[in-house]
């Protein structure tokens, strides 16, 4: 009986569902799935111990690593995969089994098309920052935005922050700066980050 690799990133910030994906890789095997011929890597969660790197050393222990997607590799990760075993993706028809066949350079056009796509939104994600005139991200201490998307200081907690600031230049520890104006010490870093402010 062959023996399939199954394999998951899951990128920071992101939610995959592990159950939800491994009925995605039933689908694409007819809704047979060999659960006792089976080892599951992921990289992503702390509860399953074996990633990307594990599964390479694993390799000759299997006939077949299935992708559930693409995310988080690169294609001389699918190469060294193909070196190894045969190779398929469960949202990628077909399978290959060298660098050779047109299976193995559909993977490879799949994961080099999604790179182009996510760069060139990013690019274009830029650009639409570059363009607008209102605050984008987190509105920093001492600050509020107004209705228009712009930041303005508030009085008030801009001496809070120039005293703050003072406190951190004069070398005052952290932890009794944030104790004495009742901010935290990670916002107390974050003014000073923000600001560009280096203890001397």
């Given at each position: 009986m062959s023996k399939c690799a199954l394999y998951l990133y899951c990128p920071s910030g992101k939610n995959y569902d592990l159950d939800l994906m491994f009925d995605e890789f039933a689908k694409h095997n007819n809704g047979v799935v060999d659960v006792a011929n089976m080892e599951m890597y992921a990289d992503g969660w702390?509860?399953?111990?074996?990633?990307?790197?594990?599964?390479?050393?694993?390799?000759?222990?299997?006939?077949?690593?299935t992708l559930l997607t693409l995310d988080g590799l690169t294609t001389s990760d699918l190469r060294t995969i193909v070196d190894g075993a045969n190779l398929s993706c469960a949202l990628v028809e077909g399978v290959a089994t060298s660098h050779k066949t047109d299976?193995?350079?559909?993977?490879?056009?799949?994961?080099?098309?999604?790179?182009?796509?996510?760069?060139?939104?990013?690019?274009?994600?830029?650009?639409?920052?570059?363009?607008?005139?209102?605050?984008?991200?987190n509105v920093p201490f001492g600050h509020e935005r107004t209705d228009d998307g712009k930041i303005k200081p508030?009085?008030?907690?801009?001496?809070?922050?120039?005293?703050?600031?003072?406190?951190?230049?004069?070398?005052?520890?952290?932890?009794?700066?944030?104790?004495?104006?009742?901010?935290?010490?990670?916002?107390?870093?974050?003014?000073?980050?923000?600001?560009?402010?280096?203890?001397?």
């Open positions: 702390i509860d399953i111990p074996n990633g990307f790197s594990e599964l390479i050393n694993d390799l000759e222990k299997y006939d077949m690593v299976e193995f350079k559909r993977l490879c056009h799949t994961l080099e098309a999604r790179e182009y796509y996510h760069s060139l939104r990013g690019i274009r994600i830029k650009a639409g920052m570059k363009k607008t005139d209102k605050h984008i991200g508030v009085p008030r907690l801009m001496e809070l922050a120039k005293k703050v600031k003072n406190q951190y230049v004069a070398g005052s520890p952290v932890y009794s700066i944030a104790n004495e104006s009742g901010l935290t010490t990670r916002q107390v870093y974050g003014l000073m980050e923000y600001w560009g402010v280096k203890r001397g």
